[in-house]
């Protein structure tokens, strides 16, 4: 990771300092500042991060100008083509794919950890039935860490790989279950001759009263969007994680903490704010007002579903994310689904109008999932629970990596202060 580079801080009264300048094996190349208060005291300032590495990682590489997704070196199209969700897991977690006799073995660990301690059904009754799912499943994925006392010394490496199973295991039993809650129905139990997603599909949308068929066709559409969800290097809730478990916190409470960030309609919520903003246009003959709305800044409307922090070319899930549009729809008889006609529209007039090319705002993996998720039965309330089932597995790697590294300390970041000196209390009659 280091080179012989040097980057110069020129810093006033004719003073410099040297940083050294380290590369990794693709992308941008990092000035490495850990020095630089000790011995300017000074601050880097940059909110938001945007020019700010916070981790060195082999995970995930992005590259936003050419559109690349690569999850431990392998394009993500590859791994949506040939891979199903749990070979995406194994990748993420260990750093390669499965050999058949790998695969099985997860395959076995993570069937034989989804069902939930029995008494994790009361935490549902407190909430209200048409409480959002996602404040549900922050809660009772937090509510986790006080059920496994047997796993919770994170510096152990095997404490730490039977609570990523359980988290992996068990988070599409508790998102079915906020949903079967929501809706009064009672709880599905897991099945362990059905497959990861098929199991998740039957807890959704199965009965205690008929038996559940399985569409092999709507399983590999689903289990293809939760690889395309599976991680995305140090995104908001991504960095959450990482953030949390520096101070040592249990991974079930930085997974809760992941949800809670994904929540926000800026990152996961996106899905489902992009879903309900196509119904409120409603038709084609809409969208030029809607275009006009967003383009005026005062209006604080956006095209949900555009734009991306790192993406300024086209988000290579998304391309994905439509063919699997058209897969579904199609099963389904729903081709001409006209959301679906809606959005292609959509993205046919921002694509041609400067105010978006200008400012590189092209669709996102959140433009597409919500009309292929509401085909799958999917309620846009719980879009963004099927966005955090499939990005724990990014999470839970992410803080895996973090706990071993010997680079990471407590995430404690500084401020520019900008506020009052010092200053006395006066008595209460000259206040
Ligand atoms: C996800 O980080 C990740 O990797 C996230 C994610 C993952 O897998 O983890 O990819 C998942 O969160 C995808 C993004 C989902 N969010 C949305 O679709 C919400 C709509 N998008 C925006 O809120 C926005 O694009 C962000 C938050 C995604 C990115 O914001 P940035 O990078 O801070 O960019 P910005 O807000 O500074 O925008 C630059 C310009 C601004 O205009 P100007 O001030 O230059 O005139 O573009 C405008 C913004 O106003 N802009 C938009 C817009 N997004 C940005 N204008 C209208 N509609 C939009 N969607």
Redesign the pocket.
Known sequence: MSSNRKATLNYGDGKSIDFPVLGGTIGPDVVDIRTLYGKTGMFTYDP?F?STASCQSTITY?DGDEGVLLYRGYPIEQLAEKCDFLDVAYLLMRGELPSTAEKKELDYVITHHTMVHEQLNRFFSGFRRDAHPMAVLVGVVGALSAFYHDSTDINNPEHRKISQHRLIAKLPTIVAMCYKYSIGQPFIYPRNDLSYTANFMRMMFGTPTEEYIVNPVLVRALDRIFIL?AD??Q????STVRVAGSSGANPFACIAAGIACLWG????G?NE??LNMLEGIGDVSKIGEFIRQ?KD?NSGV?????????YKNY?PRAKLMRETCHEVLGELGLGDDRLFKLSMELEKIALSDDY?VS?K?YP????YSGIVQRALGIPVSMFTCIFALA?TVGWIAQWNEMIGDPDQKISRPRQLYTGATQRTVPPMGMR
Not at 235 to 238: F, G, I, P, R, V
Not at 265 to 268: D, I, K, R, V
Not at 364 to 367: A, E, I, L, P
């Open positions: 938001g945007l992005i969800h995305h290097e995104n908001a809730s991504t309609p800026a990152h996961g996106a704010a992009c967003v800044k956006k095209l949900m579903g555009f734009g991306h922090r790192v988000d978006f400012r705002l996102n993996v959140d433009f990005r």
